[in-house]
């Protein structure tokens, strides 16, 4: 049999999943999962009582940051205006950031505590979506970020008693859209000397734990002959018909890849005339899904579609992965942290689900999933819009500049405090949030994953 033909036997990567989930569902439903009552005390109530009380009274300067970064939305790496209007609001309270952290104009950093003891960080995304605004909420996210960490510096200044040792860290993480600004950032060492990271997004429902894919990009460029479409048909190759074929032939994947893996695509370029045979045809995708591994796999196959549609047509072609930005990794939750989350939204009149109750088809990506795949993290979802109402929607931006999204800002300001609270001052749930990261394989070598 030739070489090239030669048929790749199926990845069980999708499947080792499925058995070590029913399995681990198996071992709870039995009982067999390890208690944990340590995870369950968290900070002393006075203190959770303060940042929450805080969080409440920085409603007006909350409410002013939805407000204005919605009015003035800035796409990825061009957030000045919306960065600026966060770190005067920091300055306004006391808080020095620095504007420009890490190597990005637009990201900024502020700390407070000790650094000698664990430290929690917790990111601010800011950026909006070109033409649409704010239609994913990221100036509900900013301003929780930033509430958050005003209500933490209140209690970690304060000089009482019962103040834990430890450091937050927060962290204005521009380029969510598109750009995997947070790897840029990590890649620049901002997650050094960091244990745990913590952010919430808007959504339609309060949700503790939902599934994020991770996503690629990818361009194929086909190059083949031009020719004279009618006189001289046989002496050109069709880069069109290599982009057609290779795009049918992602259809025809389908079938086989797993249940939420996603691939979308466009024919960006594809001819001049329909009197010249293409020359140039150029194919843009979007590759996601659930797991890293089966990710991997599914960039391979996508790999194998583009080269199998340019030998079928003589033409060549060039595979460009990630091309100015970075592969998402999914999101890898932490449990024990989550519960903590939960706790404090619970007090907050909210009830966030649990993982399982939404489908995992509603699953959109994060940059956040490769800083969960660096350290232990959360990334729930708070309601600001009805249920139907999708991110990445006009309807969705709308939503994102009401009053229910000023609540959600101060609910989410205070359950992240109380959060990181939590872990600072509780050595028992410290060790079950890495105990539980290192059960789930400890840290990943993000840059090199996918080499």
Known sequence: MDRMSRPTPPSTAYLDHLVAETAGRRAALAGAAPARPEADRGAPAELAAVVERVAEELEPDLAEIVRRLHEHPEPAFEEHRSAATLVEVLARHGVEAELGAHGVPTAFRAEVGDAGGPTIAICAEYDALPGIGHACGHNVIAASGVGAFLALHHVLTSGDAAVPAGRVVLLGTPAEEGHSGKE???????????????????????????????????????????????????????????????????????QQMPPV????????????????????????????????????????????????????TGTEVEITWDDGAHPSLPVRTNEALTGRWVAAQRRRGRDPLPAGVLSETLAASTDFGNVSFRIPGIHPLVQVSAPDVALHTAE??????????????????????????????????????????????GPVDVVRYFD
Do not use: C
């Not at 939503?399 to 609540?407: C, D, G, K, R, W």
């Open 184 to 254: 840029v950032l990590a890649r620049n060492g901002a997650l050094e000397g960091i244990d745990a990271a913590i952010m919430v997004h808007p959504y339609g429902l309060d949700v503790a734990d939902q599934v994020w894919l991770g996503r690629r990009l990818l361009t194929w460029t086909f190059t083949g002959r031009p020719a004279h479409a009618s006189a001289q048909p046989y002496m050109g190759r069709n880069a069109l018909d290599a982009a057609t074929l290779a795009y049918q032939g992602i259809g025809l994947l389908r």
């Open 261 to 312: 893996d996603r691939v979308h695509a466009t024919i960006a370029e594809g001819g001049t005339r329909p009197s010249i045979i293409t020359e140039r045809a150029v194919v843009h995708l979007y590759a996601r899904s659930k797991y890293p591994d089966t990710l991997r796999d599914l960039s391979r196959r996508l790999d194998d579609i583009a080269r199998g549609a340019a030998l079928m």
């Open 396 to 441: 969705f931006a709308a939503a994102a500049a009401t009053p229910a999204a000023v609540s959600a800002a101060v609910d989410s300001a205070a359950g992240l405090a109380a959060t990181a609270l939590d872990y600072l001052s509780d050595a028992g749930l410290r060790a079950a949030v890495h105990e539980e990261f290192a059960a789930q394989g």
